[in-house]
């Protein structure tokens, strides 16, 4: 079963408000968990690491005051798009680390429209 | 940046086996080869991974060569439900990030 819930699977809003997207860890008590943004026909970028009790760790280009990240507890990471323009209609995707070798799994991924 | 090299797609015939390449050879000696899939509009879903020597799942082989500059996935007897986008990503370890490159559309027919 999914070992990685991500909430909402889709969703659409308008341009200027804020949407709260929710990464779950289920089965693991993860320290660190992945943010990553997929455009339609292309592959996955990583936006930033979501790093639990600290500030996280964004990616050259991704903007920290409009991708806001929280990770609260071990088994939650949320990220809020602020803010919302059309050109952050995209796909989000989390995932959470594990132990060393261990793989890293992904959520559903959340299909953000902004219109 | 860890990159690889993998074809930019594959065909593969139902019930054939399908044979997936992949080129790291700026692989570290500590770095795994993880091998993921995407079906469209989902997350991607993991498929097996390796240090160095040969692994075997429910789901896919994966052979690693002697100097672990490229592998190979294997899915025995690919259906029509195996067509995805395949990636094959190397990293310290799953709390290092993964860097995912264009990846392989595999297409099974019929």
């Known amino acids: 079963g999914a070992v990685v819930s991500q909430h909402p699977s889709w969703v659409i809003c308008k341009s200027g408000t804020s949407v709260k997207i929710e990464c779950r860890s289920l089965?693991?008590?993860?320290?660190?968990m992945f943010w990553y943004r997929q455009f339609p026909k292309q592959s996955l970028m990583l936006m930033a690491t979501?790093?639990?009790?600290?500030?996280?760790?964004?990616e050259q280009g991704v903007e920290k005051d409009k991708f806001l990240i929280n990770h609260a507890s071990l088994t939650l990471s949320t990220l809020t798009v602020t803010s919302a323009h059309p050109e952050d209609s995209s796909f989000y995707i989390c995932?959470?680390?594990?132990?060393?070798?261990?793989?890293?799994?992904f959520g559903n991924g959340t299909r953000l429209t902004v219109t | 940046d860890a990159k690889t090299t993998q074809p930019t797609s594959m065909d593969c015939a139902e019930g054939r086996a399908a044979n997936l390449p992949c080129n790291h050879s700026?692989?570290?000696?500590?770095?795994?080869v993880y091998w993921y899939r995407q079906i469209h509009s989902q997350g991607p879903q993991y498929i097996i991974h390796?240090?160095?020597n040969n692994e075997t799942n429910e789901m896919a082989s994966l052979i690693i060569t002697e100097d672990r500059k490229s592998s190979t996935l294997i899915l025995p007897h690919a259906t029509l439900r195996d067509t995805a986008v395949y990636y094959c990503?190397?990293?310290?370890?799953?709390?290092?990030?993964?860097?995912f490159g264009k990846g392989t559309l595999l297409t099974v027919n019929p």
């Open positions: 700026t692989i570290s000696g500590n770095e795994y």
């Open positions: 990503i190397y990293s310290g370890g799953s709390n290092y990030k993964l860097t």
């Open positions: 979501s790093n639990e009790g600290s500030k996280a760790t964004y």
């Open positions: 390796g240090l160095k």
């Open positions: 995932s959470r680390g594990g132990s060393y070798n261990s793989p890293l799994h």
């Open positions: 089965d693991f008590q993860a320290t660190t």
